[in-house]
């Protein structure tokens, strides 16, 4: 279809390694918070916070965790007021990075992530030099295992999706953002499983990264380690051959 499936390669790759980071749950827990909050704490009328519940459950979390952050995102229990901030800067060979935050403390984390840049040589950027030049897409999984092709790729346009590419064991399904919770409440309607749907940034054009993979990706790495970020974005392109010799690593 349209060209994403390099992003969703590397994704795919690269998601192995993200699932054993500690973390997850503290960001998982922070976005039911703000979505709570945004939107009101019954996920039926609230899709982002539908969303979040869905990946808390992909991710394990127990039902008291779940509704201890509704509840906080609602007022009902006191806790942290957190807010949502975007920074953008650039890593080597001018890959440019996009890194979404939710913080209660600004000034913490603006210094946390300037350090990042700089100690792994990087730098920061303005606001809008970097982030023009990614799509707010929704992007979601269905197990390819079972499924024709062709028919599958024809149901989910139907739903509303804007691509469809089949990518080793998954099909990746991308969507405008207005459209992502109702493709995922008609292919869920449907019968099809959804994993790993979000809304996510997918570059316009990409920079190969090859011969920097390994000083690019410690920088991504500890921007992503740090509490108060959410999600890295990079519009960096790396071979195959390069991404299977940094897993071995």
Do not use: C
């Not at 979390?61 to 953008?88: C, H, L, Q, S, V």
């Not at 984390?109 to 707010?136: C, D």
């Not at 409440?185 to 979000?198: C, I, M, R, S, W």
């Amino acid at each position: 279809m349209s060209g994403h499936n390099k992003w969703s390669s590397i994704k795919h790759k690269k998601g192995a390694t993200d699932a054993k980071r500690g973390k997850i749950f503290t960001r998982i827990v922070k976005e039911i918070i703000l979505a709570a909050k945004s939107g009101g704490g019954d996920s039926e009328m609230n899709p982002r916070l539908r969303t979040a519940i869905n990946t808390a459950k992909e991710a394990n979390m127990p039902k008291d965790n779940i509704d201890r952050a509704i509840k906080r995102g609602t007022g009902e229990i006191e806790g942290a007021a957190y807010e949502e901030i975007t920074y953008e800067g650039y890593g080597h060979n001018g890959v440019g990075i996009v890194v979404d935050v939710m913080t209660d403390n600004r000034n913490r984390t603006v210094a946390e992530i300037r350090h990042a840049f700089s100690k792994f040589g990087g730098n920061m950027a303005e606001l809008g030099a970097v982030s023009w030049n990614f799509e707010q897409k929704g992007f979601l999984n269905v197990p390819a295992v079972g499924l024709d092709a062709d028919e599958f790729m024809m149901q989910a346009l139907e739903a509303g999706a804007e691509d469809v590419e089949l990518n080793e064991d998954y099909f990746d399904i991308f969507t405008s953002p207005n459209d992502f919770h109702t493709v995922i409440a008609n292919l869920e309607k449907a019968g099809f499983p959804v994993q790993n749907a979000e809304l996510t940034r997918i570059p316009k054009n990409t920079i190969n990264a090859d011969d920097v993979a390994a000083k690019l990706m410690r920088l991504i790495d500890f921007l992503e380690d740090l509490d108060d970020v959410q999600k890295v974005y990079a519009n960096y392109e790396i071979s195959d051959e390069v991404l299977e010799q940094l897993a071995r690593e």
